[in-house]
């Protein structure tokens, strides 16, 4: 007779720190090694022995490697296109800042619900910008112009910078030069954890570092390539340790089976994660999750196997800025999620504020 076992809890898989980006592949726009960023860079690639070309400009880089566009895709988000920033106009970026300053375009996250699939169409390699001076002159005349208001710059518009600083060191610069401008904000938002090159910078507290974050749900069925939840709430502790004030992002907020469960519990392990110093300046902004009907056909085609819902019918029709219908969660769905979790974040950090929910 055999005697069935009684069956151990399955271990529970244990993640790998999330390491360092590294491309495998780079192209140099010859004009970038003008430039000390861009020789650094190349020293870089070259110590890490990552394969490099030089190409006249990125738009003509039309022959990555990989057999089918999935293959491409997924070697065109490990490729790196080192050059210079040429629209030195910025655009706005409301709600959460004045102008999207532009260091970096594209990214090594996977996301699927990412607006960067479609916003970078066919290019979705990730270039960097060498000509930081120009990007920060750029800035200082935005400032002059809207003095003796406070002008906000977002970082993150085109990208995770923190996922390239250890390649660029863009992000400590604009810091350091925010730092010196009265009338200047900076603010990122990041899925990535690695802080450590910003913790001793001189900020001034006009940087805003703020993390994205959300219920396990999302995080586990559509954000690889990212930091995991744990790491980003310990590289946020680090950044409150380090005086900065704190912000996180629920987005996108995902009506999903149990969502009231995955928010509630959300805002409970920060809570329980985050050092006192955390609750001083601490920010919340909201956003829901919203698609086109573009972003639905090329999510279906790089992620066929997501669980991303995105059915029209069940969604609210909104014009959105760039002329396209987006789909958004309909008023009672929308108030429902904004109700519930703003509770929660009071709750459990009375002293913060709430930006928007959009
Ligand atoms: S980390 Fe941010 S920018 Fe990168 S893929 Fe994910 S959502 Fe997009």
Redesign the pocket.
């Known amino acids: 007779m055999t005697v069935a076992l009684p069956k151990r809890p399955a271990a529970k898989k244990q993640r790998k720190p999330t390491s360092l980006f590294i491309p495998e592949l780079v192209f140099f726009e010859p004009e970038a090694l003008n430039y000390p960023k861009g020789k650094q860079i190349m020293q870089w690639v070259q110590a890490q022995n990552i394969p490099y070309r030089m190409t006249t400009s990125h738009n003509r880089i039309t022959n990555l490697p990989g057999e089918t566009e999935a293959e491409q895709y997924k070697i065109a988000k490990r490729t790196l296109v080192v050059g210079l920033r040429k629209t030195l106009t910025f655009d706005q970026s409301k709600p959460s800042a004045d102008y999207a300053i532009p260091i970096a375009t594209g990214?090594?996250?996977?996301?699927h619900?990412?607006?960067?699939q479609t916003t970078l169409g066919a290019k979705p390699y990730i270039r960097v910008y060498v000509n930081t001076d120009d990007i920060i002159n750029s800035a200082k005349k935005y400032i002059e112009e809207r003095a003796p208001e406070i002008t906000i710059f977002e970082a993150?518009c085109t990208?995770?910078p923190l996922?390239l600083e250890h390649i660029t060191g863009s992000l400590a610069e604009l810091i350091t030069f925010m730092a010196a401008e009265p009338l200047g904000r900076l603010r990122f938002?990041?899925?990535?954890q690695h802080v450590e090159p910003l913790l001793s910078l001189k900020h001034n507290g006009h940087t805003r570092i703020r993390f994205?974050v959300n219920a396990d749900y999302v995080i586990r069925n559509f954000?690889p390539?990212?930091s995991s939840f744990e790491e980003r709430i310990e590289a946020a502790a680090k950044i409150a340790r380090a005086g900065y004030p704190l912000g996180f992002i629920i987005a996108p907020i995902i009506w999903h089976e149990g969502w009231e469960e995955g928010y509630a519990e959300l805002l409970a392990k920060l809570a329980q994660a985050l050092p006192p110093e955390a609750g001083k300046d601490l920010t919340f902004e909201m956003i829901q999750h919203r698609f086109t009907k573009t972003a639905k056909t090329v999510i279906e085609k790089r992620y066929p196997k997501s669980k991303l819902e995105m059915d029209i019918e069940k969604r609210k029709k909104k014009w959105g800025r760039w002329g396209q219908n987006k789909y958004v969660y309909p008023d009672e769905q929308q108030k429902a999620l904004r109700e519930f979790i703003t509770e929660r974040i009071f709750e459990h950090f009375p002293q913060s504020g709430i930006d928007y929910f959009t």
């Open positions: 990214c090594m996250g996977h996301c619900y990412c607006y960067l993150a990208s995770d996922g938002v990041t899925k990535y994205s954000e390539a990212t």
